[in-house]
Every structure is written in C-alpha cells, then in structure tokens.
C-alpha cells in the first residue's frame, strides 16, 4: 500500500467517508473542493501517476472512468468534467493516481 494520503485513507489509517467503494477503487468528497461537486476517485493498486503507469493498469483505469460515469448519473450531474494531473510540473500534488470529477451542474 502506498505511504501517500490516499493510500493511508484506503488502509483506514485516515478516516474517511466513500461516497463509492468497489474492489478496484474507493471515491470521496476533496477536503478543498473546487467546485460544488469535487470527488475523487483512486485505485485502491498504488499507481503514482498516469505516467507510472503499467500496461496491465489499462483495465483499473478504464473502471475509475466508468465510476465517474455512474456517478454522474447517480449525482444527476448534467455536466462534470474529470482531470488527471500527471507529475509535479502537470499540477499532481498527491503521488497516487487520481481522478478528480468536478461540477457545478447538479
């Protein structure tokens, strides 16, 4: 398990409420939302980034898509936009691979 935040909140060191937990990945609220919805959806497998990433990861990546995509019909978004930050100079501040699904329509 990775020593990051996230990876501490997937191993229950860090208490957190899910909005969404599957056995690929777990989903909660950012601590400082950029938007009136701002989730973040991380694969349980410590993946530092998209550009660590392996060809196997393919799958685990396609699924937080899919997540994000269910939740946005859950949450009744009528629009919400996903971003990946990649390395340090692409904005990534948490060195486990996240997504960040953000909206204002809802």
């Known amino acids: ?30 601590i400082n939302p950029k938007s009136q919805t701002h989730l973040l959806i991380v694969p349980r497998k410590a993946i530092s980034s998209i ?5 196997g990861d393919s799958e685990i990546i396609g699924h937080l898509f899919w997540v994000a995509k269910k939740l946005g019909d859950e949450l009744g978004l009528k629009g919400y936009r996903l971003q990946v930050n990649v390395g340090k100079d692409g ?16």
């Open 51 to 55: 550009a660590e990433m392996e060809e």
């Open 91 to 106: 904005g990534q501040e948490v060195f486990h691979l996240h997504v960040h699904l953000l909206s204002n329509f809802g």
């Open 1 to 30: 398990m990775s020593d990051t935040v996230f990876g501490k909140i997937i191993a229950g060191e860090i208490p957190t409420n899910f909005v969404y937990e599957d056995d690929l990945c777990v989903v909660f609220k950012d």
